[in-house]
Nanobody
Framework: QVQLVESGGGLVQAGGSLRLSCVVS????????TDWYRQAPGKTRELVAN?????GRFSVSKDNAKNTVYLQMNSLKPEDTAVYYC???????????????WGKGSLVTVSS
């Protein structure tokens, strides 16, 4: 049983920064890839960053010791307002395969 618990969302002014956390709980022996998505009202869910990307306003990192992954968001704009979801590839200790697990979402609101 694997569960992702998201935190760090909230209200932030334009130009500010925010860091979302995604804690992986359960019998997990490895974390491999992390994707972060967002979905704004009236729009489809889109990929915003993953563990293989870099150089943009959004970046992904992880702390294996804490079983936690992060999305760092800088220079936020009102158009970034959305519900953000983490999707993490994990390997349970009793199984050989990695599986992708979704968080339940965290609302980020950027005001002007």
């Amino acid at each position: 049983q694997v569960q992702l618990v998201e935190s760090g969302g909230g209200l932030v002014q334009a130009g500010g920064s925010l860091r979302l956390s995604c804690v992986v709980s359960g019998s997990v022996c490895a974390i491999r890839d992390t994707d972060w998505y967002r979905q704004a009202p009236g729009k489809t869910r889109e990929l915003v960053a993953n563990s293989h990307s870099g150089g943009g306003r959004f970046s992904v990192s992880k702390d294996n010791a804490k079983n936690t992954v992060y999305l760092q968001m800088n220079s936020l704009k009102p158009e970034d307002t959305a519900v953000y979801y983490c999707n993490v590839e994990v390997r349970q200790c009793d199984y050989p395969n990695f599986i992708a697990v979704w968080g339940k979402g965290s609302l980020v609101t950027v005001s002007s």
